[in-house]
């Protein structure tokens, strides 16, 4: 049984910083394709960037408020853990943070999208005021 569980989340001022944990129990990680996703209030779960389990570069999420270059999404194998730096943060970027994982391959946006992961965690609120 696979365990993902996030940490990291509170309340910060704009400009602030935050890193976000995502612990696997289980599995090797290294194993394992491993997202970020947020979600805030009355809006869908989005995806905020991806490490697959077959290594290459990261991928962020490409929109008008991208967060490349903002932040930032490494692994620890030793740790069995995934995390997310979140650098300049700014009151739009206010929700709950999901990290999925799955052992699958997602070639091309398939990381993307929140069905392609079988394994979540809880979540953890991320506010940032103004």
């Known amino acids: 049984q696979v365990q993902v569980v996030e940490s990291g989340g509170g309340l910060v001022r704009a400009g602030a910083s935050l890193r976000l944990s995502c612990a696997i129990s289980?599995?090797?990680?290294?194993?394992?394709?491993v997202g970020w996703f947020r979600q805030a209030p009355g809006k869908e779960r989005e995806f905020v960037a991806v490490?697959?389990?077959?290594?290459?570069?990261?991928?962020?999420?490409d929109s008008t408020d991208s967060v490349a270059g903002r932040f930032i999404i490494s692994r620890d194998d030793a740790k069995n853990t995934v995390y997310l730096q979140m650098n300049n943060l700014k009151p739009e970027d206010t929700a709950v943070y999901y990290c999925?994982?799955?052992?699958?391959?997602?070639?091309?946006?398939?990381?993307?999208?929140?069905?392609?992961?079988?394994?979540w965690g809880q979540g953890t609120q991320v506010t940032v005021s103004s």
């Open positions: 999925a994982a799955d052992q699958g391959y997602c070639p091309g946006y398939g990381c993307h999208r929140p069905g392609f992961y079988d394994d």
């Open positions: 289980g599995r090797t990680i290294s194993t394992y394709t």
């Open positions: 490490i697959r389990r077959s290594g290459g570069s990261p991928v962020y999420a």
